[in-house]
C-alpha cells in the first residue's frame, strides 16, 4: 500500500475523472477535435462582459460577499423562478457552478450510511460526488431501452422494497449524458413516489434552455425536491462558475445547514461572476434561446455522422447537448475505441463506461461552431464505419 496507506480511502475509492482522463487524450493525440466535453461554444453576452469590465476597479468586488450570493442576484434569480420555472416556494443559494451545488445537497441532506439513487446512464460527476462524501450505497436504476427514460416501476419497487428507504433519488432533465428529456408526466411520477417513500428528489436543471423539436421544459416544486441551475452553458460562463439552489423555503432547518457548507467550500461564488450572471440575465432566456437554436444544426451533423452503428443505436439528443451511441456489440470496451478514435481518426467522444453504461459513448454537440462541428463529424463518421467494417485497424 506504501504511501496510498495515508491517504482517505473515500477519495481512493472515488473513480478517477473522466474528463481529466479525455484532457490528457486530447493533449497525446495529434490535432484531435473534442466532441466530448459538455461546453458550449459561445461567450457570455458582450453587454453583460463590458459592463463587469467596468467592475474590475469597484473595492467590493474583492472582498467576501454574502455566503448565498448577492442580494441583487437572487432577488433576480426568485423572480426567474417565478416567471420561467413556475417555482413559487424556493429560496436561492448562489454557487461555484452546478456541481459545486450538487456536493453542497449531498453534505447537507446524506449521511454516508444512507442509501442513494439515479439512473444509468448517469452524469458521471453526481455519481463521484456520492463516493466522495463517503457513500457507498449508490443504488444505479436502469433507464428504459427505447427511450432512456428512468425507470419508475423499477424506482416504485426500489423505494418500497428498500429498509431504510433511499434519502436521496437523482436525475438530470434533459439529460447529461443521454440529452433525453423526461417527460412531465414521468417527472411527477417520480416526484410523488418520492414524496410518498420521504426521499429527497434533486433535478438538475443545468440545460434548461436546450430544448428541440418543440419540446418544452418543466420543473417540480415540492417540500421534498431541490431543483439545480446553472449559468455554465446557458451563458457560456463555463469558466465563470456560477450555478444556483432553488430549494423549498417551508423546510425548517434547511437554509442553516446549506450554509455550514457553503461556507467552507466557496465562502461565496465569485463576487465579478455573480455580477456578469445578474447582467447576463437581465437578457432573458430569448438571449439563450438564440444561441441554441443553431445548436440543431450541430446535432444533425452528428445524428448523421453516427448513423453506421445502426439506426436504433442512437438515442437522446432531445435536449441539452449530448447524443448517446450503442457501439457494436464487441466493443464492451469502450475507452478503448475512444483511444482508438482519438489517435487514429482525430475525433475524441467520451466513454459510456464513465456513465454506468459499457459499450455507449457520448457526442456532445454544444462546443464547436457549425463548420468545425462538420469537419469534426467528417472524422467521426469515418472512424466509426471503419470500426464497423474493419474493425479497430492499427
Known sequence: MGSYG???????????????????????AKSAVSLAQGVVYWKPPKQALDKVKDLVYEPSI????ADEGIPELREALVKKLHNENKLYKSSVMVTAGANQAFVNLVLTLCDADDSVVM???????????????????????????????PDA??????????????????????????????????????????????????????????????????????????????????????GWRVGYIAYP???????????????NIPICASIL???????????????????????????????????PLGEDAVKGG???????????EKYVDDFKVVRWLAHRHGVVVIPGSACGCPGNVRISFGGLVESDCKAAAGRLSRGLEELVRDGMVE
Not at 62 to 65: D, I, L, N, R
Not at 249 to 263: H, I, P, R, Y
Not at 318 to 328: Q, T
Request: with cysteine.
Open 6 to 28: 495515508k491517504l482517505a480511502r473515500r477519495s481512493l475509492e472515488t473513480d478517477t475523472p473522466v474528463m481529466v482522463q479525455i484532457q490528457e487524450l486530447i493533449r497525446g
Open 119 to 149: 439512473f444509468a446512464p448517469y452524469y458521471f460527476n453526481a455519481y463521484m460526488s456520492f463516493q466522495m462524501t463517503g457513500i457507498t450505497n449508490i443504488l444505479v436504476g436502469p433507464g428504459n431501452p427505447t427511450t432512456l427514460y
Open 273 to 307: 461572476s455573480q455580477h456578469l450572471a445578474l447582467y447576463s440575465l437581465e437578457l432573458g432566456p430569448e438571449w439563450v434561446t438564440e444561441q441554441v437554436k443553431n445548436l440543431v444544426k450541430n446535432r444533425d451533423l452528428v445524428l448523421e455522422a453516427l448513423s
Open 249 to 263: 423555503s417551508e423546510v425548517e432547518g434547511f437554509a442553516a445547514q446549506l450554509l455550514k457548507v457553503q461556507d
Open 62 to 65: 474583492s472582498k467576501y460577499g
Open 318 to 328: 432531445e435536449g441539452a447537448i449530448y447524443l448517446w451511441a450503442k457501439l457494436p
Open 153 to 238: 416501476d423499477w424506482l416504485e419497487r426500489t423505494l418500497l422494497e428498500t429498509k431504510p428507504a433511499p434519502k436521496l433519488v437523482t436525475v438530470v432533465n434533459p439529460g447529461n449524458p443521454s440529452g433525453t428529456y423526461i417527460p412531465e408526466p414521468l417527472l411527477k411520477r417520480i416526484s410523488d413516489l418520492c414524496r410518498d417513500a420521504g426521499s429527497w428528489l434533486i433535478i438538475d436543471n443545468t440545460y434548461e434552455y436546450f430544448m428541440y423539436d418543440d419540446l418544452k421544459h418543466s420543473c417540480m416544486e415540492g417540500d421534498h425536491i431541490v431543483n439545480i441551475f446553472s449559468f455554465s452553458k446557458a451563458y457560456g460562463m463555463m
